[in-house]
């Protein structure tokens, strides 16, 4: 049974950087359409980025131009370079596959100084 296995979250400081990471137990290169969501406190869950397979990228307005969403096949991960990080990025963030209907288990990003 495919997992997705999350890991990079943590605590840091406005304005500073993390990368998150999400890696499949299954190969994803027939994967089309991969996505991270976060959902802060007391907050619906949303979209935060979605790559296309072919290199398309979609981004939230409150992320665009300091998230940059990427995927490496070869090792079937995705990735999530989140730069510029502000208080209210703080969310559990999950990456999500849809063609799996597969969800991550999420991991903690606070960023709090």
């Known amino acids: 049974q495919v997992q997705l296995v999350e890991s990079g979250g943590g605590l840091v400081q406005p304005g500073g950087s993390l990368r998150l990471s999400c890696t499949a137990t299954r190969s994803i290169f027939n994967i089309y359409v991969m996505s991270w969501y976060r959902q802060g406190p007391g907050k619906q869950r949303e979209m935060v980025a979605t790559t296309v397979s072919g290199g398309s990228t979609n981004y939230a307005d409150s992320v665009n131009g300091r998230f940059t969403i990427s995927r490496d096949n070869a090792k079937n991960t995705l990735y999530l370079q989140m730069n510029s990080l502000k208080p209210e990025d703080t969310a559990v963030y999950y990456c999500?596959?849809?063609?799996?209907?597969?969800w991550g288990q999420g991991t903690q990003v606070t960023v709090s100084s």
């Open positions: 999500y596959v849809p063609q799996w209907s597969l």
